[in-house]
């Protein structure tokens, strides 16, 4: 795969160059708080992006996290390539971190973490009354998704919070009246911590930072969408990934849903899991038919492509005509810098929901990696 660094510092990720500042004030304030309430916790469950393992690492936390008793949990597995999959667990464990991949929105999948989470705390539960598990993690990684299953997991045990919104944690010493946590064991008492997500103040590796903002843990604004989409564009090319989609080359769309009556009305917003509403059959066939054609128009020029992948500047051609192509083949009717962002913005929302398929962005480091 080609070294992008330097093509994507060409970019302009941020318009004065070198490292990412766009630290909230807010983020400040929580990240204080976090390490105070670390030192107190006796558990942490560490929620990553599958899809990132490595890039959606909170780097400032690490030092204190690796004191602490830890699972990484690696959230949206459902996104994330099941083929590399084991790869990463095998890294971590290299690593001697207890590592374990879940769908935030499966109980089944949550309830296998907490049994991990119980499990590790055998060994201090005799000695301790109550104990504090804390779920920390980077923006949009699935730590509100986490917290409302382990919820419903806790109200089934203790149906006492299912009256609450969260049941707050007094008892704790030093811990300040405003922790608020789900209690999902009894003697001891063992209680799971939201916080806040946070980011470090300055991200100094600007691949790092486009990653984090394909992931959505970074504003699109703050980045651009259009920025975004070249650079997912660009490992996608050079990982040749588009080629695994030649069997779409020359098979006409299906084309199902100008069969039905009703014009499809569905808006790819609605696959965001905010603004989640189920389609109908008009809904699905128009979703399916849009990610075979924009799959199929990557193919296409990936295979017709004849310059250097590995140069910086023939790349950049390959995705300039790529994003023409896509305008086409998305039916977008918008002129120039106004229909290339709208290519960027429904290009994300079907990387972003999976509908392209299963991506792992970040790179297994080499076993020599994880050793040192």
């Excluded at 160059?17 to 558990?43: E, T, V």
């Excluded at 004191?67 to 001697?96: G, Q, T």
């Excluded at 975004?228 to 299906?254: D, F, S």
Aim: hydrophobic share 40%.
């Amino acid at each position: 795969m080609v070294k992008m660094k330097g093509w994507i510092g060409q970019m302009g990720f941020n318009k004065n160059g070198g490292n990412i500042n766009w630290f909230p004030g807010h983020m400040d304030a929580a990240n204080r708080a976090i390490r105070r309430r670390l030192k107190l916790s006796d558990f942490v469950i560490e929620v990553r992006d599958a899809r990132i393992p490595l890039s959606s690492a909170n780097e400032d936390l690490q030092p204190m996290l690796c004191e602490k008793r830890r699972v990484i949990a690696l959230n949206k597995k459902d996104l994330a390539n099941p083929n590399i999959m084991h790869r990463w667990i095998r890294y971590f464990n290299s690593c001697k971190q207890e590592c374990f991949p879940i769908n935030a929105h499966s109980r089944s999948s949550v309830q296998k973490l907490l049994d991990i989470v119980e499990f590790k705390l055998k060994e201090v539960i005799t000695r301790e009354p109550t104990l504090l598990v804390m779920v920390v993690g980077v923006p949009n990684v699935g730590k509100s998704a986490l917290i409302n299953s382990i919820h419903q997991i806790a109200s089934s045990r203790f149906p006492v919070q299912e009256k609450m919104k969260r049941a707050t944690v007094g008892p704790l010493p030093g811990v300040s009246q405003d922790i608020a946590g789900y209690k999902i064991a009894h003697q001891p008492s063992i209680y799971v911590l939201d916080t806040p997500g946070v980011l470090v103040p300055s991200i100094p590796d600007i691949e790092t930072g486009l990653k984090l903002a394909l992931a959505g843990s970074i504003k699109d604004s703050v980045v651009g969408e259009d920025r975004i989409v070249q650079y997912l564009l660009a490992v996608l090319n050079t990982r040749g990934t588009p080629l695994h989609w030649r069997h779409l080359i020359g098979r006409e769309t299906e084309g199902l849903h100008h069969e039905l009556d009703d014009k499809p009305e569905y808006n790819l917003k609605d696959l965001l899991p905010k603004r989640r509403k189920p389609p109908n059959k008009s809904d699905t066939y128009y979703i399916e038919d849009m990610v075979s054609e924009v799959q199929r128009t990557l193919c296409t020029t990936l295979s017709e492509f004849n310059g250097n992948l590995e140069d910086e500047s023939e790349l950049e051609i390959l995705i300039d005509q790529q994003f023409e192509a896509l305008q086409t083949a998305l039916k977008i009717p918008y002129k120039a810098s106004e229909g290339r962002m709208m290519v960027s913005k429904k290009f994300l929302t079907l990387f972003r929901t999976g509908k392209l398929g299963p991506f792992i962005l970040d790179d297994v480091p080499d076993a020599s990696d994880s050793a040192s």
